[in-house]
């Protein structure tokens, strides 16, 4: 029996696959590649950013401690190993504006025109 969210995320594939506007679709999953979930994919970007942004961040959305997020990436492929495993990287270190801006650029980059 697959998880749910496999069960979940595999449903919402399929329905942007049968629409003809859906141009990508972007599945965000941070243990996608130890999951096996990199096959599900054509391309796999890895979103990168320095160790103090990831932590305000997540301490701004989730409210964890420096501790917390230390135990969640312990418990997750080293970064360089996912890096390894990636068809890009991308580095959201300047806000969300840059972030898509680089994204479009990448996306441009192997022929799926931004929007």
């Known amino acids: 029996m697959l998880p749910y969210i496999r069960v979940r995320a595999e449903a919402a594939l399929a329905a942007a696959q049968a629409d003809p506007a859906a141009r990508f679709v ?3 999953a941070a243990v996608m590649l130890e999951a096996g979930w990199d096959g599900v994919c054509d ?3 890895y979103v990168d950013a320095p160790r103090e942004q990831r932590l305000a961040r997540v301490a701004a959305r989730s409210g964890w ?6 135990a969640r990436e312990a418990a997750q492929w080293p970064a360089e190993r996912k890096m390894a495993a990636a068809h890009a990287v991308v580095v959201n270190d ?3 504006e840059e972030l898509g801006r680089r994204l479009d650029e990448l996306l441009r980059h ?3 025109p931004a929007g």
């Open 94 to 96: 300047a806000g969300p």
């Open 65 to 70: 401690s420096e501790e917390e997020l230390a």
């Open 26 to 28: 972007v599945l965000d």
């Open 43 to 45: 391309k796999v970007v």
């Open 110 to 112: 192997w022929g799926i």
